[in-house]
Every structure is written in structure tokens, then in C-alpha cells.
């Protein structure tokens, strides 16, 4: 399974954008997705993740209310909005694909991994 993380860029602050998430091939439309980042000399950070059916997601304390997930029942896409986007936001975006259908916060229940994207939010 390959997944691809795209959408990042460089953006100012208060400015939305919005990253998607596509699976190779349809493991993923089983399972849940989660979304972490990672900014240079920190650790991997989880920001949400969203059941497979796409009826439940969980957010990190830092995101919620600003960041949204959301995916179509069954389908490999996953995607993150976010708004008003803070330089503190900046960091390569990941995302990755749950052993389970349910949403977890724990890196360690994440199977597969893309390669990140990178996000940039400037003051």
C-alpha cells in the first residue's frame, strides 16, 4: 500500500488549506486514517484520525475546531481542512492507515505511512 499526502504549500496566517490523502489501491476504505505532523527537531504529532465509515473522528487538543476530517464511507481518500492556520502549523503533514477501523491517537496502531507534505504558515 502506497499512500500520498498532497495540498501542502505555503500559505499566511489565518489562511485555510485544505490536504488530501489517496491510498493505492482500496486497504484503506476498511480502516481508519489518521493525520500527524512532524516540524524540524520535534516528534511525529497526531491531530486527528477518522473511522472508517467516516461517522467518527478525534482531534488533538491543538487542532480541534480548527482542522476537519473527513472521507466518503468506503472510499481511499481521506482529507484535513484547516483554518486560520498559525504559524506554529508549520511542519511536514502525514498521513496514515489505521491496523483497525476505529480512530486512535497512538502512532504505534498505524500501519502504513506516506510521505508528508509540507506545510508552511508564515506571521
Known amino acids: 500500500v502506497q499512500l500520498q499526502a498532497s495540498g501542502g504549500g505555503l500559505v499566511q496566517a489565518g489562511d485555510s488549506l485544505g490536504l488530501s490523502c489517496t491510498a493505492s489501491?482500496?486497504?484503506?476504505?476498511?480502516?481508519?486514517v489518521g493525520w500527524f505532523r512532524q516540524a524540524p527537531g520535534k516528534e511525529r504529532e497526531f491531530l486527528g484520525s477518522?473511522?472508517?465509515?467516516?461517522?467518527?473522528?478525534i482531534y488533538s487538543d491543538s487542532v480541534r475546531g480548527r482542522f476537519t476530517i473527513s472521507r466518503e464511507k468506503g472510499k481511499s481518500t481521506v482529507y484535513l481542512q484547516m483554518n486560520s492556520l498559525k504559524p506554529e502549523d508549520t511542519a511536514a503533514y502525514y498521513c496514515?492507515?489505521?491496523?483497525?477501523?476505529?480512530?486512535?491517537?497512538?502512532?504505534?496502531?498505524?500501519?502504513?505511512w506516506g510521505q508528508g507534505t509540507q506545510v508552511t504558515v508564515s506571521s
Open positions: 496514515a492507515v489505521s491496523r483497525s477501523s476505529y480512530p486512535s491517537r497512538e502512532l504505534a496502531d498505524y500501519r502504513y
Open positions: 489501491r482500496r486497504t484503506s476504505s476498511n480502516n481508519a
Open positions: 477518522i473511522s472508517w465509515s467516516g461517522g467518527t473522528a
